[in-house]
């Protein structure tokens, strides 16, 4: 994997679950993210095959659960692989396919939210997108939100 992922997995056995003195915040379930975003979408992370930039059927899956828990709090929460998945089953040409049209669309959901939330989708501590999510909230100040901790 790398340093940046030693880090990341550093930073996640490391953590004390709902420490909010960091900008990276371990141990948040859903319930806990109620009043953190400043009354903007949540920015819901979820895995996705960034080397392929493809949105598999599991990926939007697993984003789509974590986006409904949210709503299920009163919460609105935007994925990028939930609005991916579903432009590409309609144009499986769309740009968003391709490297840069995958950064643009998340830079403008990115930059709408008020925090981030990392849910506790199956390879979410080895995933890039994810790494990369969370490296630009945490340099921008937006809050940092993870539901594992220690989870690989």
């Not at 806990?32 to 920015?43: A, I, L, Q, T």
Request: charged share 15%; aromatic share 8%.
């Amino acid at each position: 994997m790398g340093a940046p992922f030693d880090e990341w997995a550093g930073l996640s056995h490391s953590a004390k679950p709902q420490d909010w003195s960091g900008p990276i915040v371990f141990g948040v379930g859903p319930s806990d993210v109620v009043g953190r975003s400043g009354g903007k979408p949540v920015y819901v992370t979820s895995t996705v095959r960034l080397d392929l930039y493809q949105v598999t059927e599991a990926d939007a899956l697993s984003a789509a659960r974590a986006c409904a828990e949210l709503s299920r709090m009163g919460i609105w929460a935007v994925s990028p692989v939930i609005l991916g998945a579903a432009m590409l089953e309609v144009d499986m040409h769309l740009k968003i396919n391709e490297p840069v049209g995958w950064a643009k669309q998340v830079a403008g959901l990115r930059n709408a939210a008020g925090a981030l939330w990392v849910p506790a989708c199956r390879g979410w501590a080895s995933c890039p997108q994810i790494w990369a999510d969370v490296q630009w909230a945490a340099s921008h100040g937006v809050p940092v939100m993870v539901e594992a901790k220690g989870v690989m």
